[in-house]
């Protein structure tokens, strides 16, 4: 089965920085969807970004862009100019591109300072 | 607006009750749906694909007798916790899966306390 792993259980930032979550996973496929989806503590989950594996290209949503290494298997998330609302647990995910479970990591906690 | 509609949102009730959560996708239809199950400051843990017209696939150590799945119809999916106890007590969470590069669409979840 595949894993996806979240090595930040928690991680900070000082409004309008930027700062980097981190997510590697392990899978023998060659095609497949990554996906980084926000929590807040209303308990909504709310896609940020997605990358499909056969792009090169990294994605990007305004304040929000993906560094995508298929050959090391990492997929990390950058916010640029962060916000207070950009605070909540963040959940790196993936899917098979034949199958449509999830797999999810442990999730970062992101705090916010004003 | 939301696409996948789950309810109740919150349900507290005495141990012993059986608990019935929904989970209907809106203006489109869901053959598959997933059940997560998520505890406190932890990741949304799978518990069963939902098959529309066919059994339920459960993850390992998850107890079918315990949490009932059905799919009846296209647009609905259950999920009944049957006599609750307070270690059922969690945030559950459904989701349907869009087309292959799309994200899926989850519910806004359902916070079961057993008292």
């Known amino acids: 089965a595949q894993t996806v792993t979240q090595s930040q259980p928690e991680m900070s930032v000082q409004e309008a920085e930027t700062v980097t979550l981190s997510c590697t996973y392990d899978t023998s496929e060659s095609d497949y969807y990554l996906f980084w989806y926000k929590q807040p503590p209303s308990r909504q989950m709310i896609l940020v970004i997605r990358?499909?594996?056969?792009?090169?290209q990294n994605a990007t949503e305004n304040r929000f862009s993906v560094n995508f290494q298929k050959a090391a298997k990492s997929f990390s998330l950058k916010i640029s100019d962060s916000q207070l609302g950009d605070a909540a647990m963040y959940f790196c995910a993936y899917r098979s591109a034949n199958f449509n479970k999830f797999y999810f990591g442990s999730g970062t906690k992101l705090n916010v300072k004003p | 607006g939301a696409v996948v509609s789950q309810h109740p949102s919150w349900v507290i009730c005495k141990s012993g009750t059986s608990v019935k959560i929904e989970c209907r996708s809106l203006?489109?239809?869901?053959?598959?749906m997933f059940w997560y199950r998520q505890f406190p400051k932890q990741s949304l843990m799978l518990m069963a694909t939902s098959n529309e017209g066919s059994k339920a696939t459960y993850e390992q150590g998850v107890e079918k007798d315990k949490f009932l799945i059905n799919h009846a119809s296209l647009t609905l999916s259950t999920l009944t916790v049957t006599s609750a106890h307070p270690e059922d007590s969690s945030f559950y969470i459904c989701?349907?899966?869009?087309?292959?590069?799309?994200?899926?669409?989850f519910g806004d979840g359902t916070r079961l306390s057993i008292l």
């Open positions: 203006d489109f239809q869901a053959t598959t």
């Open positions: 990358q499909e594996a056969y792009k090169q």
């Open positions: 989701s349907a899966p869009g087309q292959l590069n799309q994200p899926q669409h």
